[in-house]
């Protein structure tokens, strides 16, 4: 019987660190050469990108957890018609040996090499599926494949997916809500929302947590560039925004903030002089609407 060896390459995560320790003197020599204060925070959070990228890259070396979270999808998915995932034999730190899939091609060559009737219709299908599939995984299980390029989409004749290389899986337990309120915050400009949400799905909650002030600020100024954002209160109530200026606590009329839909009757209404408002509504005074 055919099955699948895969190999992993002797001291590749050692290569990785060594990649990142040769990219992180770099950074370090840049600051040393042309020394830059604004660009400090900005080569301090792409040192800490490529430290994630690299744990990251290191994690799906470790192939008997690997071997372990595509058993598990592999049982998962033994009754669905739609996808499946191969079985695996038996595993090592460097090895796994899994099974075969007969006449298989990755999701992108599947028209050119099964050369349908309908192309059209084979595609459409073929979507439908692997978004079935996603969402499965997403509602179902709470735990998603994380790497799903073309590469490790496989379809066989009978136009079943097959998914490969699960070494990058995103657990999905107790963040489905948090997404929800995540995009719930952003429609409605709800900083503290945004902020919860963004605390929730981190990967360090704790130390998020932590520096809750900091990222409400962050989201708060966003919120005072954009002016679709500076009102959130419906008709007839008063604006909430508020501001760092003397007495910015009370709230501003609705018909007073030149943000406010009701301070906007058509789109060409012009404001002829300047209103005294906080959050910065007095930049937007006098101009077009």
């Known amino acids: 019987?055919?099955?699948?060896?895969?190999?992993?390459?002797?001291?590749?995560?050692?290569?990785?660190?060594?990649g990142k320790t040769s990219i992180g003197l770099m950074l370090v020599s840049s600051q040393y050469w042309a020394p830059h204060g604004k660009l400090t925070p900005f080569l301090?959070?792409?040192?800490?990108?490529?430290?994630?990228?690299?744990?990251?890259?290191?994690?799906?070396?470790?192939f008997e957890r690997e071997a372990?979270?595509?058993?598990?999808?592999?049982?998962?998915?033994?009754?669905?018609?739609?996808?499946?995932?191969?079985?695996?034999?038996?595993a090592t730190p460097r090895v796994i040996e899994m099974e075969y899939v007969e006449g298989a091609v990755n999701i992108s060559r599947a028209v050119q090499h099964f050369r349908p009737a309908d192309p059209l219709a084979?595609?459409?299908?073929?979507?439908?599926?692997?978004?079935?599939?996603?969402?499965?995984?997403?509602?179902?299980?709470?735990?998603?494949?994380?790497?799903?390029?073309?590469?490790?989409?496989?379809?066989?004749?009978?136009?079943?997916?097959?998914?490969?290389?699960?070494?990058?899986?995103?657990?999905?337990?107790?963040?489905?809500?948090?997404?929800?309120?995540?995009l719930?915050?952003?429609?409605?400009?709800?900083?503290?929302?945004?902020?919860?949400?963004?605390?929730?799905?981190?990967?360090?909650?704790?130390?998020?947590?932590?520096?809750?002030?900091?990222?409400?600020?962050?989201?708060?100024?966003?919120?005072k560039r954009s002016r679709s954002a500076r009102c959130r209160t419906a008709l007839p109530g008063p604006c909430t925004?508020?501001?760092?200026?003397?007495?910015?606590?009370a709230p501003i009329p609705a018909a007073t903030c030149v943000e406010h839909p009701a301070a906007r009757p058509g789109a060409a209404r012009r404001i002829s002089a300047p209103v005294a408002l906080t959050d910065g509504h007095d930049r937007h005074a006098g101009r077009p609407l």
């Open 1 to 18: 019987m055919p099955v699948i060896i895969k190999i992993g390459r002797h001291n590749l995560d050692r290569e990785f660190l060594m």
């Open 44 to 62: 301090k959070a792409m040192t800490e990108q490529i430290d994630g990228f690299v744990e990251g890259f290191r994690g799906e070396l470790q």
């Open 68 to 90: 372990e979270v595509q058993a598990a999808f592999s049982r998962r998915a033994r009754s669905s018609t739609v996808w499946r995932v191969p079985e695996v034999y038996r």
């Open 122 to 182: 084979y595609r459409r299908e073929l979507a439908r599926k692997f978004l079935f599939t996603i969402l499965s995984q997403l509602f179902v299980y709470q735990e998603l494949h994380g790497d799903l390029h073309p590469g490790n989409v496989m379809v066989d004749r009978a136009g079943r997916l097959h998914l490969i290389d699960w070494g990058n899986t995103v657990p999905l337990a107790g963040k489905v809500k948090p997404v929800l309120d995540y």
């Open 184 to 223: 719930k915050g952003a429609l409605v400009a709800d900083a503290d929302l945004l902020t919860d949400a963004l605390i929730a799905i981190s990967t360090e909650p704790e130390a998020a947590q932590a520096r809750r002030g900091e990222i409400r600020d962050s989201w708060c100024a966003r919120c």
């Open 241 to 249: 925004a508020k501001g760092p200026t003397a007495g910015s606590s």
